[in-house]
Structure formats: C-alpha cells, structure tokens
DNA sequence: AACCTGAGCAACCGCAATTGG
DNA sequence: GCCAATTGCGGTTGCTCAGGT
C-alpha cells in the first residue's frame, strides 16, 4: 500500500494536514526539537511519516517561516539567481531569509507559466512591477537604492575614483589572477564562491538562513554602477557591503570599527582576499581564474560604457 | 445555479546524498 | 568498505478556490 520507503506503516495518514495534527506536531518540535525525524510521529502521535512531519514543519509550521507575498527585492533576487545558479531551490531559497525552496519554487513555476503564455504582451507591456523585462545583468542605480535602502551618488565618468559604497564592510579582490588554476572557473563559479565566501564569514554559526545580505550587496553593487577601480587594468575590486543596520548589527564586530578596518585596507587586494578566504576556509586562498576574470570584466565594461 | 478553467499552493514521489552501524 | 536508514532536494501532482461563462 504504502508508496514510499519511510512510508510504508499501516495507517499512514495522507493529504492536508489538520489543525490538530499542526497542534501534535508544533508542540512536539518546540518541546523536544527534531532529532530524528523517523522517530517524531510516534512520538508525537501522528499518523504521519517522518518525512511528511519534516516537510510540514520545514515548509509551513517553523517559526521563523516569512509568508505572504514575494517584495519586488526578493521577486528580483530570485531572478537574478536563477540566471546564476538555475533550479537549486535550496541554494535560492538560502538567501531569502524565511522563505522556502519549496515557495520560491512555486512562484517561479507560475511566473514561468505566465511568461509562456504571454510572451509577447510580457514584453510590450513590461511595467515595474513585472518581471518579464528584468535582465540577469543589473542595470539602474535605482535598484541598488532599492535593495541597500541608501541614497548613493552616481559614479561619474569625470570623477574616475568611484565613491566607496555606504557601508563597505568587505572588498572581494577578483583580479588577483591565479593563471595556474586548472579548474575551468566560470562567472557562476565565481559568484557562488564569493556567496559562501560571505555567508560564511558572516555568520560565525553557518546559519544558511542568514546568508542573503552579502551577496544582495555584492550583486546591488555590480548593479549599481559601482564599478571595480583598475577595471580597464584587468582586475579590481568588488565591493560587497550590507543591505542595513540592522544586518549589520548581527556581525561580531561593529559597523564602525568594520567600515574603517575595510577602508584601510581597500586597495591592497591580495591581502584582503587572501585574509578574506583564509579566514572562512582555513587558511587556504581561493583562486581566481582568468577565465572568470574575463566574465567579470565584460559585465563590469557594460556597466562602464553606460555611464559614460 | 451549474459548470468550466486556471492560478496558487500544499503535499507527495522518487532519487541522490549523507549518515551511522 | 558496505549497506541500510535517514535526510534533503527538485519535479510533479492534485486539491481548493476564485472568476468567468
């Protein structure tokens, strides 16, 4: 009877959950917290599987679960990381603090649904709050000022010291070319390094459910024209800063002394990248390849030729 | 009022990865 | 190192409900 392997006790109850089961099972999580998922619908006296019980509690019944509809920062973050890292819910999910793969998955599946059934209206008709215009390559220093909440002056082709965005916690060096790197490093590559690169050194306890604010700010920035000094020298600087106080707050050390510890060292990018990367990985630096280099340099010089 | 249709979403299924004995 | 159990993930299903006919 049973159709799956974790599954297959008798009276094993399916479908929608009641608000009894809910009661079971919230009370037994809050009470003894999930070890064993195998073990908690007997113990929490649920006709249930294990699996069933965690994906409820994962997707719908865990405190810190954010519902409701997806903001225009997150509709885009979504988006954006699509293009990069395509259907790894999980991995998209972990950088939409509350939110699950399983939602995120959902609305994407009916957003593709409507880009498939109007195409050509999508595209006539794109208004701000549709996303059928958005391009995987930011574009606007408005949606930088969306993301990060400031107000940031626009670098100008006649001031070529572009000014350091609000709050630069971190500066990612990428043109630190390591040319002997045999792994064949693509733009995904890099970008998902530097976000486990940030998440980690963001958060002491690895909570992956914190791991959005740097690497909104790394991509904000891209975005926002804040472009990497020494960009037509082949290399610089990638700032990555937080989305706001209040996640900056959650950082060990203080905003202030952060902001002056980056500011000392803004430009000196091997030492930044290699403290970076051999503070969250043992010591061990991460290479970076010219072929990413590459990729990066070609989105940075279109960001370049706009504002000129 | 009855029926149809599609959107939204919760839950399930199967497989892969991980863990533990 | 092997194997079974468990967990995690992504694809898919199917239910509910609102809006249209």
């Given amino acids: 009877m049973g159709h799956h392997s974790c599954c297959n006790q008798q009276k094993v109850k399916r479908g929608l959950w009641s608000p009894e089961e809910d009661e079971k099972l919230i009370r037994y999580i809050t009470t003894y917290g999930y070890g064993c998922w195998s073990e908690v619908p007997e113990k929490a006296g ?6 069933s019980c965690r994906l409820r509690w994962i997707n719908y019944l865990r405190p810190d679960i954010r519902r409701g509809r997806f903001t225009p920062e997150e509709e885009k973050l979504i988006i954006n990381l699509h293009e990069i890292v395509g259907n790894r819910w999980a991995h998209i999910a972990s950088h939409l603090p509350g ?7 959902n609305y994407w599946n009916s957003w593709i649904k409507k880009k498939i059934h109007k195409p ?12 059928d215009h958005v391009q995987p390559v930011f574009s606007t220093a408005d949606q930088f000022d969306a993301i990060l909440h400031h107000n940031l002056p626009k670098p100008s082709a006649a001031d070529p010291i572009f000014p350091p965005p609000p709050c630069p916690l971190f500066m990612f060096d990428v043109s ?32 992956q459910d914190q791991a959005m604010p740097p690497f909104l700010a790394f991509t904000a920035c891209m975005e926002s024209n804040y472009l990497p000094p020494l960009v037509d020298g082949m290399g610089g600087m990638v700032p990555c800063c937080v989305a706001d106080d209040e996640e900056a707050s959650r950082h060990p050390f203080e905003k202030q002394e952060l902001s002056e510890w980056v ?3 803004q430009y000196s990018s091997p030492l930044i990248w290699d403290q970076v990367a051999g503070t969250s990985l043992g010591g061990e630096a991460l290479p970076t390849a010219p072929s990413t280099m590459d990729a990066m340099i070609t989105s940075f010089s279109s960001s370049l030729s706009r504002i000129n």
């Fill in 99 to 105: 939110r699950t793969d399983n939602e995120i998955k």
């Fill in 263 to 265: 500011d000392s060292r």
């Fill in 176 to 207: 630190a070319g390591d040319s002997g790197s045999a792994t064949g490093s693509s733009k995904e590559e890099f970008v998902q390094e530097v976000t486990t690169l940030t998440s980690d050194l963001w958060n002491p306890t690895h909570q």
């Fill in 46 to 51: 649920l006709q249930r599987c294990g699996k």
């Fill in 120 to 131: 050509s209206k999508a595209a006539q008709t794109a208004t701000p709050s549709g996303f």
